[in-house]
């Protein structure tokens, strides 16, 4: 189907190429109810080292398996492990595309910042009768920095 052709062109590593593309974009949480979501970022860990989380996958030359959440300026001791994104990325394609909100990407935690992600890159596509409109837009808001 023509509707899912942006999810059926990712593999684990082209979805991580355009994370590491995507780095320093700002990006926003869904929010609950009345409560804004949040602005965030992330970067992509560099070169992996002995310690730490370990991928089974292959990996990009200068580039380890980590993303980490940046807020107002600051990276939180928040990361997001490779596997965990595949996970989540597997399934917003078993859904199709269509999943509701951060929950459903079944990955606690890593969701509410994978969901605006997943958005932008067109892995999730959003109806504006079933998502709130946050959501809808939150995998649209842009910023351009220079690095």
Do not use: C
Request: glycine share 12%.
């Amino acid at each position: 189907m023509i509707e899912n052709l942006s999810i059926q062109l990712y593999n684990s590593h082209t979805l991580w190429l355009s994370l590491i593309s995507l780095q320093s974009t700002t990006f926003t949480t869904t929010g609950r109810g009345s409560i804004p979501g949040t602005p965030f970022s992330f970067t992509v860990s560099r070169n992996p080292s002995a310690g730490g989380r370990h991928y089974a996958g292959g990996s990009i030359p200068g580039y380890g398996n980590e993303l980490w959440i940046v807020v107002d300026g600051v990276r939180r001791e928040r990361s997001i492990s490779r596997s965990t994104i595949d996970r989540a990325y597997a399934v917003a394609v078993e859904k199709g595309g269509k999943v509701k909100g951060p929950k459903s990407l079944g990955v606690p935690g890593a969701g509410s910042y994978l969901y605006p992600i997943f958005v932008r890159l067109g892995v999730i596509t959003t109806d504006p009768q079933q998502v709130s409109t946050d959501a809808h837009t939150a995998g649209e808001q842009q910023t351009d920095t220079a690095e």
